[in-house]
């Protein structure tokens, strides 16, 4: 689990996360994921919270 933590942390460095955000309990829940999975749950978190952003902006924006 401390890999998986471990993964998380290196992934997640560049990304702005919320207080409350538990990286130890994550590790906890991705037991049986590949590092190139963990890598790809980062990547698709990191990206939900762009489109979220970008969402409601309109093409004159």
Same mark, same amino acid.
């Given at each position: 689990m &401390?890999t998986r /933590? +471990?993964?998380l942390e290196?992934?997640?460095? &560049? *990304? +702005?996360?919320?207080?409350? *955000?538990d990286?130890?309990?994550i =590790?906890q829940?991705?037991d049986g994921?590949s590092?190139s999975?963990i890598? #790809?749950v980062?990547?698709? =978190? =990191? %990206?939900m +919270? %762009?489109?979220r =952003? $970008? &969402?409601?902006? #309109? %093409? $004159? /924006?």
């Amino acid at each position: 689990m &401390e890999t998986r /933590q +471990q993964l998380l942390e290196i992934n997640l460095k &560049e *990304v +702005q996360l919320h207080g409350d *955000v538990d990286l130890n309990g994550i =590790a906890q829940k991705l037991d049986g994921y590949s590092g190139s999975d963990i890598t #790809s749950v980062c990547r698709d =978190a =990191a %990206m939900m +919270q %762009m489109r979220r =952003a $970008t &969402e409601n902006l #309109s %093409m $004159t /924006q």
